[in-house]
């Protein structure tokens, strides 16, 4: 099992580019599912995720190939051949929850699915039930039997309803994704009220009315989808990643560095970079190459990240987007644990996201933890110490706070990081950083863990 070593205390400094986006990749690849012709994804990351994804597809009859462009990198080409087996299984399901994606393409497009439930999630407490809640909306008979959701559509197919998709915590991410997707091909109108704003629910209409359906109001809470007979092939390019934006950001400022960031999805961060600001990070944009004037695209910007030698404190509350993102919450919480004074966190999407916490403790961290909120004490240094990796943004979490700490920090599970960001080590590397993958067995024998 990989894990890092990171000696600490570098600054960074250099150029890194901003990869496609895994959110957003994740169910533009299961719409493929609605169409029987060819869908071209470009600039799509190579990530654990996504190939698990891949397996899943195949299974589902859509195949990935490799016919051009899909042999350059970062080129995917998904094409649905066949539609005799619509059982996404628990096997493949249980990697990776993003599975769920499948179902709303494959009952719109097949008028049956099989998806396994998913199980259960390190950040906490995550039911479905607003997706079945959406997609019954739609005509859909749904059932639960050992663990799968079995969901049929009516005769002639699903019909457009208004759907109310607000929860507890507000909207649903992957729910718009699934019910959206699924009312393109529905007969009439659908009205989606608090629906998810996220960027990747509006990088997924875009492509999907480039498929030829009628989508209306992305980016707000209010989606208006006329359903149309069927979808064609479609050649898309996945938006930038604004979490792993987020994460580089976050970085230059917890190593006091110097950052420049290319294809980075300013647009999409102003929440975070409104936070940033008052604790004394700059980002200024900035040519994209020598002599060629600034990237025009706020969602494909070059920017420079540059910040104060003492961060200031901040009080954050993590919302569904255009708020504060809670896939941003970890990497924050590693820098504040160096600020000037007392910050506090509140994590309004998954309360029970705090698995860092502990293992920032381990580094010298001051954190105070009251249910969903956490206090937390600036302190003068983090310190070098063996941790372990809980789920995939806690891991960046912990990336951040070995680069700034003191002496060698030792991550072990690094898995959950290679989910979600593509050969962090390297590109973390190429502008200062000193982080080494090894493998678990041949660390010292006092620095492994016991597995199992
Ligand atoms: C997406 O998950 C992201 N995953 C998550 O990123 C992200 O943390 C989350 O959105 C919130 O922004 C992908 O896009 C693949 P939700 P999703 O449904 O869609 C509750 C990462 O690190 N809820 O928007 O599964 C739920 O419990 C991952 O990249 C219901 O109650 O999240 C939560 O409290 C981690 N019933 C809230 O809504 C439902 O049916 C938001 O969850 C669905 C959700």
């Known amino acids: 099992m990989d894990t890092f070593v990171i000696e600490g205390g570098r600054r960074l400094s ?9 959110n957003a990749a994740l169910p533009l690849t299961a719409a493929a599912l ?20 891949y397996r899943l597809l195949a299974e589902l009859g859509c195949v990935r190939t ?3 462009p899909a042999e350059q990198p970062g080129v995917l080409r998904l094409h649905t051949q066949s539609t005799s087996n619509s059982h996404a299984r628990y096997d493949l399901v249980k990697t990776m929850r993003a599975s769920i994606c499948t179902l709303g393409p494959m009952l719109a497009k097949r008028g049956f699915a099989r998806v396994s439930m998913p199980g259960g999630c390190s950040i906490g407490d995550r039911p479905v039930d607003l997706h079945l809640r959406g997609l019954a909306a739609l005509g859909a008979e749904i059932t639960l039997t050992a663990g799968d959701i079995t969901a049929k559509a009516p005769q002639g197919g699903l019909r457009g309803a208004t759907i109310f998709l607000g929860g507890a915590s507000g909207s649903t991410v992957l729910g718009t994704a699934n019910v959206m997707s699924a009312a393109t091909l529905a007969r009439g109108v659908t009205i989606i009220e608090s629906a998810a704003c996220e960027p990747e629910i509006v990088d997924l209409a875009n492509m999907l009315n480039a498929m030829g ?6 980016g707000s809470p209010r989606l208006i989808i006329e359903g149309v007979k069927e979808l064609h092939g479609v050649e898309h390019t996945v938006i930038p990643d604004r979490i792993e934006a987020g994460t580089f950001i976050l970085a230059a400022a917890i190593t006091n560095g110097d950052l420049i960031l290319d294809n980075c999805p300013m647009d999409a961060l102003l929440a975070v970079v409104d936070k940033l600001a008052a604790m004394g990070v700059r980002i200024a944009t900035v040519p994209s190459a020598p002599g060629v004037p600034p990237a025009i695209d706020p ?19 993590t ?3 255009p708020g504060f993102p809670t896939d941003i919450q970890a990497q924050l919480m590693a820098t504040l644990t160096l600020a000037d004074g007392n910050s506090v966190i509140t994590e309004r999407i998954f309360p029970e996201r705090f698995l860092h916490v502990a293992e920032l403790s381990r580094m010298g961290a001051k954190i105070y933890r009251q249910g ?19 789920d995939l943004r806690a891991s960046a979490c912990l990336v951040l706070a070995g ?11 690094v898995y959950h990081l290679d989910r979600g960001y593509e050969r962090m080590e390297d590109r973390l590397n190429s502008v200062g950083a000193v982080i080494k993958r090894v493998d678990d067995k041949d660390l010292p024998p006092d620095s492994r863990i016991a597995e199992g």
């Not at 250099?14 to 895994?22: A, E, Q, T």
């Not at 910007?301 to 009080?315: F, I, Q």
């Not at 206090?375 to 063996?386: D, E, M, T, W």
């Not at 700490?405 to 072990?412: L, P």
């Open 66 to 68: 490799s016919e051009p």
């Open 403 to 413: 680069m700034a700490a003191e002496g060698t920090t030792v991550i072990h599970r």
């Open 34 to 53: 609605l169409t029987d012709q060819p869908v071209t994804l470009r600039d799509v990351p190579d990530l654990a995720d996504l190939r698990n994804m």
């Open 213 to 218: 359906a009628r989508i209306r109001g992305q």
């Open 299 to 317: 969602m494909r910007a070059s920017v420079r990240v540059t910040c104060d030698r003492v961060l200031k404190p901040v009080e954050v509350t």
């Open 14 to 22: 250099g150029r890194v580019r901003v990869y496609g986006s895994k």
């Open 372 to 390: 969903p909120t956490v206090i937390i004490s600036g302190v003068k240094r983090l310190i070098g110490a063996p941790v372990m990796a809980s």
């Open 319 to 321: 919302q569904p987007h």
